[in-house]
């Protein structure tokens, strides 16, 4: 139950490439949204938001997700072995979302390279939280390759890491956290207070799997250097951020970070690659390259491990 092997992890990525994310089927992240929903509904209804509070309301919310893992868990392995396998195999799949990454940049960038900016933005606008009805060519190529610099950390790195660590329940409760980081972890009046555990433990859950995606960045493009990704990082409001995309930047010679508008309010943020050109239409296909050459070294290096780890268990 909790380690995985490394055939689930190849099995979860194969899949992934074969099928995505289908709409329609149960999902992890759903039924984290549904619960954060009526539990946030419920919690806040006679009681004050509160740090507390929504502490309570990420352990509700976390407990419930591992608990039907649990008991689905213990139905399959009553029913067959390979049942569990499966079931286990099933929750790693949904847990990353490479396919479903790619599918949603690739949306981006087909109006982008016939000029269609109204569309581009209309695609854009369903992967960033930033305001992007004016946005140009190149600010549209920024967001882009900035979403996908972020979200190969935390839609693949990230879970693949935690189920290395936890099996199949670590990358479980990552995408709940993630999930719920997403739908609470807010700087608003409602969520300054209420979302504040779920954005720190989402940070916390992070912080290694953001170094390894640098990491992998270093290794394979001499471009990147690590001291500089470091340094340009912590320039960063998040703590985990500005590693995959400083490490991003350096890799396609672009230029990223800078000014945002979110309901019409700007925020600075750090640009890295200060020196680096404009972000074009090819540079986000280019981004895409790198995260499918990060997401298969990094998931052969976790299947090999666990490959290693089990030759040496009866050791």
């Known amino acids: ?69 649990t008991a689905a868990y213990r139905l399959c392995l009553a029913a067959s072995p390979v049942a569990a396998w499966l079931l286990g195999t099933f929750v790693l799949y949904q847990a990353v979302a490479a396919m479903d990454l790619s599918r949603h940049v690739k949306a981006v960038i087909r109006p982008l390279s016939t000029g269609d900016l109204a569309a581009a933005r209309d695609r854009l606008a369903q992967i960033v939280g930033r305001d992007t009805g004016e946005l140009g060519e190149g600010d549209i190529s920024r967001a882009a390759i900035e979403s996908v610099a972020e979200s190969t950390t935390d839609a693949v790195i990230a879970p693949l890491f935690w189920s290395f660590v936890a099996g199949a329940p670590g990358a479980l409760l990552y995408r709940t956290a993630n999930t719920l980081d997403s739908m609470v972890g807010h700087r608003t009046d ?93 540079d986000i296909v280019s981004g895409l390259a790198w995260m499918w050459r990060i997401v298969i070294v990094c998931a052969a290096v976790f299947a090999m491990l666990l490959f290693a780890l089990k030759f040496l268990q009866p050791l």
């Open 1 to 69: 139950m909790w380690r995985v092997d490394p055939f689930q992890i190849l099995s979860a990525m194969l899949l992934d490439l074969l099928l995505g994310d289908p709409r329609g089927w149960p999902h992890i992240a759903r039924g984290a949204g549904w619960l954060s929903v009526r539990y946030e509904k419920l919690l806040t209804a006679h009681l004050r938001r509160s740090v507390f509070l929504g502490s309570v309301f990420w352990i509700l919310v976390a407990g419930t997700m591992l608990a039907a893992y």
């Open 190 to 282: 409602a969520y300054e207070k209420f979302g504040k555990a779920s954005a720190r433990i989402d940070d916390v859950l992070n912080w290694v799997p953001a170094r390894i995606c640098a990491a992998a960045f270093c290794i394979f493009n001499s471009a990147v250097r690590w001291k500089t990704v470091r340094r340009e990082a912590a320039a960063h409001a998040s703590p985990n951020a500005g590693w995959s995309e400083a490490a991003m930047a350096h890799a396609l010679g672009v230029r990223l970070g800078g000014d945002n508008f979110y309901d019409g309010q700007r925020v600075a943020g750090p640009v890295f690659n200060p020196s680096g050109r404009t972000a074009a239409v090819a």
